[in-house]
């Protein structure tokens, strides 16, 4: 008998805590989950979407809500609370998509997040 089909979980947040992406990957692929994560950093100076102009930074945020499309969760890095412009247009169109949310630090969800319909953001 084959082994059920892990769960996709994507990453979200900004690319300014690359170290919470990594670690995030790291202990949810170890977990079993199928990890969906940012490809590139576009906060980097030199090789980043954003340094690579709009139009680039434009269809990096486009793939990744096809990412969240694919997930069966969404996991948001907000570290130190901390959820950005992108990050917030995600996690809502994760939300639209009755897709499970979850925080990084649970107890900083920014307060308009925060008022989401019950059961969508993962809390108990």
Sequence with gaps: ????MP?????????RFMD??????WQLTLDGYIVLTVGVC???AD????ALGDDVA????ELHLRKIDLAEWVFVLNVDGYVGDSTR????YAYKHNK????????????????TPPGKDGAT
């Design 1 to 4: 008998m084959s082994e059920p």
């Design 7 to 15: 769960k996709i979980v994507c990453l979200c947040g900004t690319t």
């Design 20 to 25: 919470a992406f990594h670690e995030a990957g």
């Design 42 to 44: 576009k906060h980097a």
């Design 47 to 50: 090789h980043g979407g954003e």
């Design 58 to 61: 434009a269809r990096l945020d």
């Design 89 to 92: 247009r995600e996690v809502l």
């Design 100 to 115: 499970l949310v979850t925080y990084l630090e649970p107890d900083k969800i920014p307060l308009d997040l925060a008022a």
